[in-house]
């Protein structure tokens, strides 16, 4: 390695290769895999039938040519929508995904994911969850991650399936203190709240770091030095490289 001796954090790809094809779409999550991002970021909701679809947003306004909450919405309503053309004329087209059909598609590629959880509308939302996610388990031993900001939605998994690993989110260094009290693995953490201090700490505790979201590769190596775990990134394929320089 040419920057120093600490492994390189692992890249994940941020709803998907989001700079460039529509967020949270099937077309991003193919186009991050075939970039070879081993992680995906998306997020999710429930719909009006209880589905779990992929989106950020709680609505469907910002991001397709409908309007409406997504809770308020059946799936094949969604269905109906059109979630690419926002991004440009080339995705028009883009359908909703569930959940299931990401995972689905990650796991013939051997990619994990990281499931960004707002909060749960209907308690049955999270046993939802952890069903998929053991149905759709990665090979090779790993395991796909929940995040959220919400403590409570993060509990409610555990309390699902305490097998699966789980990520406190936070803007601020104090979700260290957050991940470490509740036993998370994992602490995910704004690229401005990341720093020696804040790696150390979590490190100290075995609770691994993960920085988002990080789309500057001339400060991958800085990240690197700092022994930062993961960087969710928008441009998967261009950190990605960044990663292959530090490595060479």
Known sequence: M?????????VEAHRGASADYPE???????A??????RWIELDIHQCADGELVVMHDPTVDRTTNGKGAIAELTLAELRTLDTGSWKGAEFAGEKVPTLEEVLALVQ???TCLNVEVKKFARPEAAGRLTDLLRAYAPTEGRSHVVS???LEALLQVRAQDPGVPLAFLSSKAGGVKTAIENGFPWVHLHFGAVNADTVAAAHAAGVKV????MDRTDRFAHYTRLGVDKVCTNRAARMLAARAAVLA
């Open 24 to 30: 949270n779409t099937l077309c991003a999550f193919q």
């Open 210 to 213: 993960m920085t988002w979201t």
């Open 148 to 150: 959220s900001f919400e």
């Open 2 to 10: 040419s920057c120093c001796a600490v492994l390189p954090p692992v």
């Open 108 to 110: 013939q590629a051997g």
């Open 32 to 37: 991050a895999c075939a970039a070879g991002a």
